[in-house]
């Protein structure tokens, strides 16, 4: 699992949130002395990804509007089903603040938009000025399983990963695989 941490001018940015407690403790230990007020921003409603929300209770927690809803309705299922996963506590924190298309930090130049196709919440981040596209999981876990496993129709998968094409960025990060560069965008294209 792949956190993400982006140092704004304004804001720092942790993407996702992991495990529980334990897994962003270490960004946590990192930023202490920075003064800077801390986003969370959820990439979908899946229990790796949002489990830590509960380390941020003061702080603004961004996601789609259907990832809030989904954790809300889900969240107990989520812990009888993989309780036995939960790295640190874990203590349900909805997102606070929530969009349906697209949400811009100007001050810092990153952007949140709607990016269907792993979940029908998943939200991508890019950040303008490091040239940096967080996709999270709408790229799979290994290069023989690029495509990852869709809960929307494959066509929507498509439309998001052809906004990725047109989009300006060098490197792609992903919740589960390695750094990777745009290219793995045409290799996905060319396997659709």
Same mark, same amino acid.
């Given at each position: 699992?792949?956190?993400?941490?982006?140092?704004?001018?304004?804001?720092?940015?942790?993407?996702?949130?992991?495990?529980?407690?334990?897994?962003?403790?270490?960004?946590?230990?990192?930023?202490?002395?920075?003064?800077?007020?801390?986003?969370?921003?959820?990439?979908?409603?899946? =229990?790796?990804?949002? =489990?830590?929300?509960?380390?941020?209770?003061?702080?603004?927690?961004?996601?789609?509007?259907?990832?809030?809803?989904?954790?809300?309705?889900? =969240?107990?299922?989520? #812990?009888?089903?993989?309780?036995?996963?939960?790295?640190?506590?874990?203590?349900?924190?909805?997102?606070?603040?929530?969009?349906?298309?697209?949400?811009?930090?100007?001050?810092?130049?990153?952007?949140?938009?709607?990016?269907?196709?792993?979940?029908?919440?998943?939200?991508?981040?890019?950040?303008?000025?490091?040239?940096?596209?967080?996709?999270?999981?709408?790229?799979?876990?290994?290069?023989?399983? #690029?495509?990852?496993?869709?809960?929307?129709? *494959?066509?929507?998968?498509?439309?998001?990963? *052809?906004?990725?094409?047109?989009?300006?960025?060098?490197?792609?990060?992903?919740?589960?695989?390695?750094?990777?560069?745009?290219?793995?965008?045409?290799?996905?294209?060319?396997?659709?």
């Amino acid at each position: 699992m792949n956190l993400y941490l982006l140092k704004g001018e304004k804001y720092n940015y942790i993407i996702d949130t992991g495990l529980g407690s334990l897994s962003v403790a270490p960004i946590i230990e990192y930023i202490k002395n920075d003064t800077k007020q801390i986003i969370v921003i959820n990439t979908h409603y899946h =229990w790796d990804h949002t =489990w830590g929300n509960g380390s941020f209770e003061n702080c603004m927690i961004i996601s789609h509007k259907l990832c809030r809803e989904t954790l809300q309705s889900e =969240w107990t299922d989520m #812990i009888q089903n993989n309780s036995h996963r939960c790295y640190g506590e874990v203590k349900m924190n909805l997102p606070n603040l929530v969009f349906e298309q697209e949400l811009y930090f100007p001050e810092d130049k990153i952007r949140l938009f709607y990016s269907p196709g792993h979940t029908i919440d998943s939200i991508s981040v890019l950040d303008e000025e490091e040239k940096v596209l967080v996709v999270a999981d709408n790229i799979g876990e290994s290069m023989e399983d #690029i495509i990852p496993s869709l809960d929307c129709d *494959k066509e929507v998968y498509m439309n998001t990963i *052809k906004k990725y094409e047109q989009m300006d960025f060098d490197t792609c990060i992903s919740g589960h695989n390695t750094v990777l560069n745009k290219k793995v965008i045409g290799k996905i294209l060319g396997m659709m």
